[in-house]
């Protein structure tokens, strides 16, 4: 509410009180990525990923700043041209993100063109 007081106009109490409940929702749920306009990944996702993770470590950043305000979100085959990768770059990395427990894969797509693999963050 202090920080609520500097702003010109104030949110209103219910406003403000909102605002704060889905940014501690965020943090609770370890989807506050951004802290300071930096990328924030948990250590123990650079410990799940290993030594070899590079690739898995830079999609869960894009990932990261593509879909943070969302719960679930489609990857296809498209994001790796996006990325300057190849399509079974694109995959492998997924595939380790998905192992590590960092994405969950909620569908499989590719039951028809356009039909994408749908993800979501995992919960605690």
């Given at each position: ?31 506050n ?17 290993g ?55 909620l ?18």
């Amino acid at each position: 509410m202090e920080m609520n007081a500097q702003f010109d106009p104030p949110l209103s109490k219910s406003e403000a009180m909102g605002c704060a409940l889905s940014a501690w929702n965020y943090h609770y749920r370890k989807r506050n990525f951004f802290t300071a306009r930096s990328l924030v990944v948990p250590v123990d996702a650079f410990d799940k990923l290993g030594a070899n993770g590079g690739d898995a470590l830079f999609l869960l950043f894009r990932l990261q700043c593509a879909h943070w305000d969302r719960d679930q979100f489609n990857l296809s085959q498209g994001f790796a041209k996006q990325l300057g990768w190849t399509v079974k770059r694109l995959l492998r990395a997924r595939d380790k993100l998905v192992k590590a427990g960092e994405i969950i894969r909620l569908t499989p797509g590719g039951r028809f063109v356009g039909d994408t693999p749908l993800f979501a963050w995992p919960t605690i």
